[in-house]
């Protein structure tokens, strides 16, 4: 399996721009994650979905972010509009709960908001 | 003005000597826990887990224990090789949620 894929790699644009980012969890996993590391905060939680369906927003700072899972191979979160605050490394991780509980992470998308 | 980010705690351990990374949870109703590795420009990667009810975990040179008293994780790495280099976190995960917390980290540094 190629894991948790994550585009783009790194991402930068300008302030009061739409920024979406893209995941495709691990094939048969039903959980997946989104989280924002930044060296302020460290890792936070945005949201997890569970079967397609958000379960905890809660982590999601602003209506400026919104998630979607229009299915179960792919979720994209997008800002709109972005921020340079926004600027972070953006993982996604997704599981399989009925094996184990375990977090597979992808490589992040480093966004640079200018 | 200057930014105050977060100031992750750093062990230096000599190669070939073990390593002890301590995590302090803050959840007493957490029911399971992860140590992550994280290598620079990498995602973190699963190293070991542990349910609340047990107090040890062995892996292949790594042991996780779980204090549930005092509501403490530690990660021994035994022979500390430099591809041990990374940054170490601990997560939790809240009971009755699929809501997992990660801790701040440790680097760990290994020194030839």
């Known amino acids: 399996d190629a894991g948790v894929i994550q585009s783009p790699r790194h991402e930068v644009t300008e302030m009061g721009q739409e920024v979406t980012l893209r995941c495709k969890p691990i094939?048969?996993?039903?959980?997946l994650f989104w989280y924002r590391q930044t060296m302020m905060r460290g890792l936070e939680l945005l949201i997890y979905?569970?079967?397609?369906?958000?379960?905890?927003d809660s982590g999601m700072p602003e209506d400026r972010f919104s998630a979607k899972m229009p299915n179960a191979s792919f979720s994209t979160l997008k800002i709109q509009p972005s921020e340079p605050r926004d600027s972070a490394v953006y993982f996604c991780?997704?599981?399989?709960?009925?094996?184990?509980?375990?977090?597979?992470f992808g490589s992040g998308t480093q966004l640079s908001v200018l | 003005g200057e930014s105050v980010g977060l100031h992750l705690p750093t062990l230096s351990v000599q190669e070939g000597d073990n390593s002890i990374i301590n995590c302090a949870y803050s959840?007493?109703?957490?029911?399971?826990f992860i140590w992550y590795k994280q290598e620079s420009g990498k995602g973190p990667q699963f190293i070991i887990d542990?349910?609340?009810?047990?107090d040890k975990r062995q892996g292949q040179r790594v042991t996780v224990l779980l204090n549930k008293t005092v509501k403490h994780l530690s990660l021994q790495i035994a022979a500390t090789q430099p591809g041990d280099s990374a940054v170490y976190f601990c997560?939790?995960?809240?009971?009755?949620?699929?809501?997992?917390?990660f801790g701040t980290g440790t680097r760990l540094k290994v020194l030839a």
């Open positions: 991780a997704s599981s399989f709960r009925a094996t184990n509980e375990k977090l597979f």
């Open positions: 094939s048969g996993h039903d959980y």
């Open positions: 979905f569970n079967n397609n369906v958000p379960i905890d």
């Open positions: 959840n007493s109703a957490s029911d399971y």
């Open positions: 542990i349910r609340s009810n047990m």
């Open positions: 997560a939790e995960k809240l009971s009755g949620t699929y809501k997992y917390i």
